[in-house]
């Protein structure tokens, strides 16, 4: 906060971040909803021939799939725009969103525990804040549908871990997970060898040519500030007060 008593601006390229989270997102609710965790272990066990192999898996599809989205933030907004380029039903859990809202999104909205429930893919984009420390745990995983996949993009401390690894454990849901609690994961934790879980180095964030694009914003905005126009990425004080 001193920097803004003495006067100075600060601008942050959290919103192009957002981009590359939002294409992982919408990448693995794909290949969740796909049902490519049951095919793969499927495939792998029988070496199935292709006549035998389809038939298995009726509810699989990302057509008519039900969609859950825990929160509603910069990232959501982008992984539902892109959603509702596809047959699904999405349904939306925040206390930020109305009912006029969620027409215009083109979504649900619906509880946490009926997105557990019935949503075949629950994508997690909550921001991590004491508040919402451990906000998903035992009893939620428990009412996943068989065969329903979770995917954390958002931090590792939303979840209860343990709770989360128990249920999988009992191999009947799904995850993907990409942020851990804590980060970097543990060596000796078992999420490194579960055959229902996908696991990555918070790999969903910038990476590689993807962070020409925060150069480019901060390059940008520091053109703008210059020619005294509006800095796109600009963080003001009652903004940063809010932020997680």
């Known amino acids: 906060m001193q920097a803004y008593e003495r006067g100075v601006r600060i601008s942050s390229q959290t919103q192009l971040n957002a981009e590359p989270v939002a294409e992982y997102s919408l ?69 930020h969103l109305n009912e006029a809202q969620a027409r215009e999104l083109g979504v649900t909205a619906a509880s946490i525990e009926n997105i557990m429930r019935t949503c075949d893919v629950i994508s997690l984009h909550t921001a991590s804040t004491p508040q919402t420390y451990h906000m998903l745990g035992a009893e939620d995983f428990a009412k996943m549908k068989d065969g329903a996949t979770f995917i954390n993009t958002a931090r590792g401390a939303i979840c209860d871990q343990d709770a989360l690894i128990a249920e999988l454990q009992r191999d009947r849901i799904n995850a993907i997970i990409d942020v851990t609690d804590p980060e970097v994961n543990v060596p000796d934790s078992p999420l490194w060898n579960l055959p229902n879980v996908v696991l990555t180095p918070h790999a969903a964030g910038s990476m590689g040519k993807e962070l020409h694009r925060l150069g480019d914003g901060a390059v940008d905005d520091l053109a703008h500030y210059i020619a005294g126009s509006k800095v796109s990425g600009e963080i003001l004080v009652d903004q940063y007060a809010g932020r997680a």
Not at 35 to 61: C, H, M, Q
Not at 79 to 86: E, G, H, S, T, Y
């Open 27 to 95: 990448a693995m609710i794909i290949l969740a909803a796909k049902g490519i965790f049951a095919s793969r272990r499927r495939y792998l066990e029988n070496r199935a021939k292709e006549e035998t192999f389809w038939g298995n898996f009726p509810d699989v599809g990302l057509y008519g799939a039900r969609i859950g989205i825990i929160g509603l933030s910069r990232i959501s907004r982008r992984v539902i725009d892109r959603l509702n380029a596809f047959h699904v039903d999405i349904k939306v859990s925040s206390h």
